[in-house]
């Protein structure tokens, strides 16, 4: 028998058997006892032994049992009976240290039945396996606190703040919910927040007044795409108030044709630019509110706060009385968050990254 079958310094290998799916390993552990664990006395004698099963790495496609013959003592001071220590075993269950390592990382990218199969343990083992390998790794990674940092949401079961390196694409923290309080709990206890300069950002209020409670250094930055979303909504907007005036197959053609009034102007192909003209043609103010769309992303064309607000205060007297209720949540947003919209055009930051997240 291959005595380094195991590769487990620590074991002397007794025995081994093989079927078709298990190798079962006899084995006992090299490492002499000295001293008693309650009283340090080394006057010690064996009381018995038993046999316990460890669970260990499989090997060639098979699962791997080892039956340790473990030593019970005696202390003849103070006379309490105790087990040998069994090397190389974790703390927590019956398997070897490397058999948890191994199944934490396989956790991540298999399922666990499919591990507890491979195995040979219960499908909840390998979830406190991974549950424990995962608290582990939280305690050994250090996330250093981004410059330009994101904070945004992502829906995770419900709405969940989550916090962003702007600059290395990178998840900070996922918070419990969005509230300011959990905000403000996350800024307060995050070091080095001194070192952040800018916040990308929605238009979520508990953000901004944790941003400014707690790191009123930083520039606070209304992330664009949440800004120009608004103007594609607009004209979703308008295409549903159609619907009243629509037979059944107009709506059912405007709906298969949507794509072309949320697409950029600049990306129609020929085709697009066909459909596009007929629905315009038939209902003008779809083809006003497609072009108050085209023109406000245009202002994001521009390279100051100054020329921003102009272009913006030019397009918002084109806004008809037709279409204006599709872009009143806009209009509204814009001018309640000026200042911070503003901003990006001192500092083009964007949150993207969480945007593919949730995507």
């Given at each position: 028998?291959?005595?380094?079958?195991?590769?487990?310094?620590?074991?002397?290998?007794?025995a081994?058997?093989?079927?078709?799916?298990?190798?079962?390993?006899?084995a006992?552990?090299k490492?002499?006892v000295?001293?008693?664990?309650?009283?340090?006395?080394?006057?010690?004698?064996?009381?018995?032994?038993?046999?316990?099963?460890?669970r260990?790495?499989?090997?060639h496609?098979?699962?791997?049992?080892?039956?340790?013959?473990?030593?019970?003592y005696?202390?003849q001071?103070?006379?309490?009976t105790?087990?040998?220590?069994l090397?190389?075993?974790?703390?927590?269950?019956?398997?070897t240290?490397?058999?948890?390592?191994w199944?934490?990382?396989?956790?991540?990218?298999?399922?666990?039945?499919?591990?507890?199969?491979?195995?040979g343990?219960?499908?909840?083992?390998?979830?406190?396996?991974?549950?424990?390998?995962?608290?582990?790794?939280?305690?050994?990674?250090?996330?250093?606190t981004?410059?330009?940092m994101?904070?945004?949401?992502?829906?995770?079961?419900?709405?969940?703040?989550?916090?962003?390196?702007?600059?290395n694409?990178?998840?900070?923290?996922?918070?419990?919910?969005?509230?300011?309080?959990?905000?403000m709990?996350?800024?307060?206890?995050?070091?080095?927040?001194?070192?952040?300069?800018?916040?990308a950002t929605?238009?979520?209020?508990?953000?901004?007044?944790?941003?400014?409670?707690?790191i009123?250094?930083?520039?606070?930055v209304?992330?664009?795409f949440?800004?120009?979303?608004?103007?594609?909504?607009?004209?979703?907007?308008?295409?549903?108030?159609?619907?009243?005036?629509?037979?059944?197959?107009?709506k059912?053609g405007?709906?298969h044709?949507?794509?072309?009034?949320?697409?950029?102007?600049?990306?129609?192909?020929?085709?697009?630019?066909?459909?596009?003209s007929?629905w315009?043609?038939?209902?003008?103010?779809?083809?006003?509110?497609?072009?108050?769309?085209?023109?406000?992303?245009k202002?994001?064309?521009?390279?100051s706060?100054h020329?921003?607000q102009?272009?913006?205060?030019?397009w918002?007297?084109?806004?008809?009385?037709e279409?204006?209720?599709?872009?009143?949540?806009?209009v509204?947003?814009?001018?309640?968050?000026?200042?911070?919209?503003?901003?990006?055009?001192?500092?083009p930051?964007?949150?993207?990254?969480t945007?593919?997240?949730?995507?």
């Open positions: 028998m291959p005595t380094n079958i195991l590769n487990l310094p620590a074991y002397t290998v007794i081994l058997e093989e079927n078709d799916h298990d190798y079962h390993i006899s006992e552990s490492l002499a000295t001293n008693c664990p309650y009283c340090q006395s080394n006057s010690l004698y064996k009381y018995g032994n038993r046999e316990q099963m460890v260990d790495l499989p090997m496609g098979k699962r791997v049992g080892l039956y340790i013959n473990t030593r019970r005696r202390c001071d103070c006379f309490k105790f087990y040998e220590a090397p190389d075993i974790d703390d927590k269950r019956l398997m240290k490397r058999l948890t390592a199944m934490g990382k396989q956790a991540i990218k298999r399922t666990f039945a499919g591990i507890a199969e491979e195995v343990c219960t499908e909840s083992t390998t979830r406190a396996v991974f549950s424990d390998y995962v608290n582990e790794l939280q305690h050994l990674i250090r996330v250093k981004p410059e330009w994101g904070i945004d949401e992502i829906h995770l079961i419900k709405p969940r703040g989550v916090i962003t390196n702007i600059q694409n990178t998840v900070v923290e996922i918070l419990v919910n969005r509230n300011k309080e959990t905000m709990n996350f800024l307060v206890n995050l070091k080095g927040k001194e070192s952040i300069k800018l916040v929605d238009m979520w209020q508990p953000y901004r007044d944790a941003c400014a409670a707690v009123p250094q930083a520039k606070l209304v992330d664009k949440h800004v120009i979303k608004m103007a594609n909504e607009a004209v979703e907007k308008v295409r549903k108030g159609l619907r009243d005036r629509l037979t059944l197959k107009e059912r405007l709906m044709d949507r794509y072309v009034l949320l697409k950029r102007e600049h990306d129609l192909t020929d085709k697009d630019s066909l459909l596009l007929g315009i043609k038939n209902y003008a103010e779809l083809g006003v509110a497609y072009r108050l769309k085209e023109d406000f992303y202002i994001y064309d521009c390279t706060p020329e921003a102009g272009m913006y205060l030019e918002k007297s084109r806004i008809t009385p279409v204006e209720f599709a872009f009143h949540d806009l509204r947003a814009w001018d309640n968050w000026k200042l911070w919209i503003l901003e990006y055009f001192n500092h930051v964007t949150n993207a990254y945007e593919s997240l949730n995507n």
